[in-house]
């Protein structure tokens, strides 16, 4: 199946030629259960990457194999050329240029907004107090929420937390953001201002992997589409050929049942 | 829709304005005093039956111990044969605990020393009242230095006799935490600054860069620490053996000290059990399960009578020492499992955003984990400080005098012999306050660090 190694001038990315992120034949099992089998892709700088599949199709398993919050048995996760491996303090490392945005937002109930986004650049990055929230307030007004700043996670709406979330994680300053179902938990008025500060991020060249089933916002703002079937990638298409055109039934089927109620 | 919330406009085409009704107070019988009583105890025949036999019964209850308590009581006579010829049994007799007051409250403790223990408990308060003061800001360093330092100073008091070299300086090192708590305390609450700092600007180094600040900061607690050694040198007590200790006060070392170690040790356990290191998770485990299925009698037991077989001959623990040492354990052993479950209530997705943004083991537990954890388990944590509050009065059994054994003592004296149901009933009242104090506080606690964290 080379379905998804895609020629690189079909991806919008024309900086760079060596991907920031490898999987090499990774595999993992729950158990005696394997979740991802063999899986192989390479994501360019700047590039977008949405994924979508059916429950349990190991989507949401892969991305958290890129910053090893799930650790995958065979294989390689390669950042920046260099791999995840038992080296505990090195993975840290690795993992500062990786942000991530949690489908239940997981922010910290217990500290303010601006806690939430100063504790990591304080603590990790060792910034000085004041700088640190110089950079979080930056952060807050670009994704339209700098008010908030004092508030508690659980005094903001659905919407407002999962962009506090995406502020928290640029506050790192990543060079790759994973996005697991960050519209998923959301009541359906609040999606747009979550997708609207995605799309911004994209806009500026940050390099997105996003699980997501927003379509619409796969179609404007995907490189390339992923789609994900039983821990297998089954095809990998820019989104017009992908949503216009699938090449295989599984694709087709799974389209055709999410794209019409 | 006589009231109509749709205003329609002239345009046809224009889609219809909408204008929500405003709110109107809630019906005035669902609120206040008479709507909550209506709600509550007369909401029924059968409520209302209940609210009146229930009302009753409080009533027979309580004007029966008033009566005997402080109506028919006696609060003067010689002795106890002399209260049942005024009153017979139907009222208290008071004059007899009277008589044993400072015994229950402070054991044998030489009368003329007393004042030490007074002023090691006022010590205690000083130390801690800063932390409930506007404006301080180093309210964690003072509450570290209340259960690290303050203990020297507090034992020195207590117990006196012979310094020696060690001693002194580590009752010097209580005087100058003592004195540091007081000074920070004023130079923040006058000046915002801590004293050490404070001081670094009055030694005029205030446009100096920070580490000559902070040089001159230490210096400036060096001298304090200076003038403490000589003051100690110069002040001796007298030595007061442990065994003469007693009553509240024996309570209140044996709890305060079994309070202020359980929590931090159970933390430790509780981390532990859950460690990854199988090595460290199967001591914590063994630990825990083994001091968790005994009873504390039993340790007490244990430690007292058995712990002198296993040491060397002429090597003596002190039998208080040796049941605080149980008592900590014990609690700690409880606490672990507490905090453990504190632990296991906070959702996978905390921990797993600390690894995500590269939060180390120990960051992410004492910054997002713990302060959680402890949150929600405030009332469990304060209902184990209670149960070890009167679990205490166990060490009786292993011949230390606390406040329910004084109280006991009291009805063997041959003038209030047979007293001892009016000693109880002080006792009780004792334990109730306190107890009773440490759940309210736990209550006010939780409504202020709910306050922020919800809607």
């Not at chain 1, 997708?195 to 995907?222: C, K, P, Q, W, Y």
């Not at chain 2, 107070?25 to 229930?54: E, H």
């Amino acid at each position: 199946m080379n379905t998804n190694v895609l020629p690189r001038e079909q991806t919008k990315s024309k900086t760079s030629s060596r991907p920031v992120i490898e999987l090499v034949g990774m595999s993992k099992w729950f158990g005696s259960f394997q979740v991802l089998k063999d899986i192989d892709l390479q994501v360019y700088e700047g590039e977008r990457i949405v994924v979508c599949g059916p429950s349990g199709s190991g989507k949401s398993t892969m991305i958290r194999c890129i910053n090893q919050l799930e650790v995958h048995q065979e294989g390689d996760v390669i950042i920046n050329g260099e791999a995840f491996g038992n080296d505990v303090a090195k993975n840290d490392h690795i993992r500062r240029e990786i942000g991530m945005v949690f489908q239940q937002f997981n922010l910290f109930p217990h500290l303010s907004v601006l806690e939430n986004l100063t504790l990591a650049p304080i603590w990790v990055k060792e910034m000085p107090k004041h700088e640190a929230e110089s950079l979080a307030m930056s952060l807050l007004e670009r994704v339209r929420i700098p008010e908030q700043a004092l508030k508690y996670p659980l005094q903001l709406s659905g919407g407002q937390q999962q962009r506090v979330a995406i502020a928290r994680a640029l506050c790192m300053n990543p060079q790759i953001m994973l996005f697991d179902e960050p519209t998923s938990a959301l009541d359906p008025e609040m999606i747009n201002e979550v997708l609207d500060v995605m799309i911004e991020l994209a806009d500026s060249g940050m390099t997105m992997i996003v699980v997501t089933h927003e379509m619409n916002f796969a179609r404007r703002v995907a490189d390339r589409v992923i789609f994900m079937d039983q821990g297998e990638i089954v095809e990998v298409a820019p989104p017009g050929p992908f949503f216009d055109n699938p090449r295989y039934d599984r694709t087709r089927l799974f389209l055709s049942q999410i794209l019409h109620h | 829709m006589s009231d109509s919330t749709l205003v329609t406009t002239d345009d046809v085409d224009k889609a219809l304005v909408f204008k929500p009704k405003d709110a109107r107070p809630a019906p005035p019988s669902t609120v206040g005093v008479i709507g909550w009583m209506r709600n509550n105890l007369f909401s029924n025949v059968s409520n209302t039956l209940l609210t009146i036999v229930g009302a009753y019964i409080v009533y027979t209850f309580f004007s029966a111990v008033l009566n005997w308590a402080v109506f028919n009581a006696v609060w003067e006579a010689e002795s106890r044969r002399e209260c049942l010829d005024l009153v017979g049994r139907s009222g208290a007799c008071w004059p007899g605990v009277a008589a044993w007051m400072e015994n229950l409250i402070y054991g044998l403790y030489p009368k003329h020393q007393v004042w030490r223990i007074n002023l090691g408990f006022l010590a205690l308060i000083a130390w801690v009242i800063p932390l409930w003061l506007p404006r301080v800001k180093s309210k964690v360093a003072i509450g570290i230095s209340a259960v690290l330092i303050y203990p020297f100073l507090a034992s020195y008091f207590f117990m006196g006799g012979n310094k020696g070299l060690v001693w002194t300086l580590l009752i010097a090192l209580g005087v100058t935490g003592f004195a540091w708590v007081w000074l920070t305390t004023l130079t923040e609450m006058r000046y915002g600054l801590p004293f050490t700092r404070f001081m670094a600007g009055m030694l005029g180094a205030s446009g100096k860069p920070q580490e000559v600040q902070v040089k001159y900061g230490r210096f400036s607690m060096l001298f304090v620490f200076v003038i403490a050694l000589v003051l100690v040198t110069q002040w001796e007590l007298q030595e007061v053996q442990t065994r003469q200790w007693g009553g509240l006060f024996l309570t209140l070392v044996i709890s305060g000290i079994g309070i202020t170690f359980s929590l931090p040790a159970g933390i430790v356990l509780a981390l532990g059990r859950r460690s990854n290191m199988p090595l460290i998770r199967i001591l914590s485990t063994t630990f825990i399960e083994l001091f968790r299925s005994v009873p504390l009698i039993t340790i007490l037991f244990m430690f007292n009578t058995m712990l002198p077989l296993f040491l060397p001959v002429g090597v003596e623990v002190n039998q208080l020492l040796r049941a605080i040492v149980a008592v900590c354990l014990f609690a700690a052993a409880y606490m672990a499992e507490v905090i453990r479950g504190g632990l296991q209530a906070i959702p996978k997705g905390q921990y797993e955003a600390a690894d995500a943004m590269g939060l180390g083991y120990w960051q992410s537990t004492t910054l997002i984990i713990m302060p959680q954890a402890l949150k929600i388990m405030i009332p469990t944590i304060v209902g184990n400080f209670i149960g070890l509050f009167k679990d205490t009065t166990l060490v009786s059994i292993i011949g230390l005098f606390d406040l329910l054994s004084m109280s006991r003592a009291v009805g063997e004296d041959s003038r209030w012999l047979g007293l001892f149901i009016e000693p109880f009933f002080f006792v009780t009242m004792i334990y109730f306050v306190f107890c009773f104090l440490m759940s309210q506080y736990s209550i006010n606690l939780e409504r202020k660090l709910a306050a922020g964290n919800q809607r």
